[in-house]
Nanobody
Framework: QVQLEESGGGFVQAGESLSLSCKHS????????MAWHRQAPGSQRELVAH???????TYADFAKGRFTVSRDNTQNTLTLQMNSLEPEDTAVYYC??????????????WGRGTQVTVSS
């Protein structure tokens, strides 16, 4: 059974940076597409960034130029580096695993999420 455990959320001021990590276990990480999604209060969950097993990345428009997704297949870890954070980035951030390489593919496994709060 695949398990995803996020860490690294917290409270920061606008303009600061934060790095989120997701530890993958119970599956074959190196052949799994991974992604970060987020959900703000009263809003739908949305894709933040996606990375294929080969390292091809896709970003939401709001994440381009500020966020960087990466993976370490030796440590079964997914990372999201977030810079220049804005209050609008406040949300619960979820790690996700899916089949195939398309960012639009259905998520098979979700983490529990980690809260990111950005104060103005």
């Amino acid at each position: 059974q695949v398990q995803l455990e996020e860490s690294g959320g917290g409270f920061v001021q606008a303009g600061e940076s934060l790095s989120l990590s997701c530890k993958h276990s119970g599956g074959v990480f190196e052949i799994t597409s991974m992604a970060w999604h987020r959900q703000a209060p009263g809003s739908q969950r949305e894709l933040v960034a996606h990375i294929t097993p080969g390292g091809t990345t896709t970003y939401a428009d709001f994440a381009k130029g500020r966020f960087t997704v990466s993976r370490d297949n030796t440590q079964n870890t997914l990372t999201l580096q977030m810079n220049s954070l804005e209050p609008e980035d406040t949300a619960v951030y979820y790690c996700a695993a899916s089949r195939g390489t398309s960012p639009g593919n259905a998520v098979q496994h979700w983490g529990r999420g980690t809260q990111v709060t950005v104060s103005s």
